[in-house]
């Protein structure tokens, strides 16, 4: 195997391998390109992303700075949002789903490193993935470990540290990352009548 496939799989790999050091760099110019993009260059960032990311989808803002290893092992659907200084290590690979948001400052790391120094030495690490289901919200400054599956309709609070997977239609938050309480039927009336009270109010100054 070589290092990429080592990496790719979840092996311990060289992260010093030419192949890797290669496109690494290739990320690294095209994220600095994109984040001295002008905020009416939507065309250009679009044709960085393009050349940066695995793939994405329809309606996805990454609003620079923004950074990460390789690109190519982040997956994401539509309807994204990222705000500032959002960082995605994608040693492993990161799939994000459709309608998710992130506050400022997110990090998704897939990247571990052994235990024992000695193995460290050597640039030996390996990585884990990690999911972001449809209809995530994830807020400001939260970490989320190698290996997290954070599951559809969750919420993780800001300032959270996530080290374990979370389930779906939870609120979750804190360090370490735990689950507050469910999501329920009652809040989802709660909001869609807030919902309906703003569209009347909207039609209402519409329609004077």
Not at 4 to 20: C, P, Q, S, V, W
Request: glycine content about 8%; hydrophobic content about 30%; proline content about 4%.
């Amino acid at each position: 195997m070589s290092e990429k496939e080592r990496m790719i799989a979840g092996k311990l790999y060289n992260a010093e391998d030419k192949e890797l050091r290669k496109r690494y760099e290739k990320a690294r110019r095209y994220s600095y390109e994109f984040n001295r993009t002008m905020p009416e260059e939507i065309e250009k960032r679009e044709k960085l992303l393009d050349e940066l990311l695995g793939s994405y989808g329809e309606d996805v803002t990454i609003t620079p700075p923004f950074r990460c290893d390789y690109g190519k092992q982040i997956h994401i659907g539509d309807h994204f949002f990222a705000n500032y200084d959002c960082i995605m290590l994608d040693v492993a690979e990161i799939r994000i789903g459709d309608n998710v948001n992130f506050g400022p400052r997110v990090g998704l790391y897939t990247a571990a490193h052994p235990l024992d120094p000695m193995v460290r030495r050597r640039k030996l690490e390996y990585g884990k993935a990690i999911t972001i289901e449809d209809d995530v919200w994830i807020g400001g400054d939260v970490v989320v470990n190698p290996g997290i599956t954070i599951g559809e309709g969750s919420i993780i609070g800001s300032g959270s540290v996530v080290t374990r997977s979370i389930p779906k239609n939870v609120v979750a938050k804190g360090n370490p990352c735990r689950v507050i309480r469910e999501i329920t039927e009652e809040d989802k009336r709660y909001w869609k009548a807030l919902e309906e009270e703003y569209d009347e109010e909207i039609e209402r100054e519409q329609s004077e």
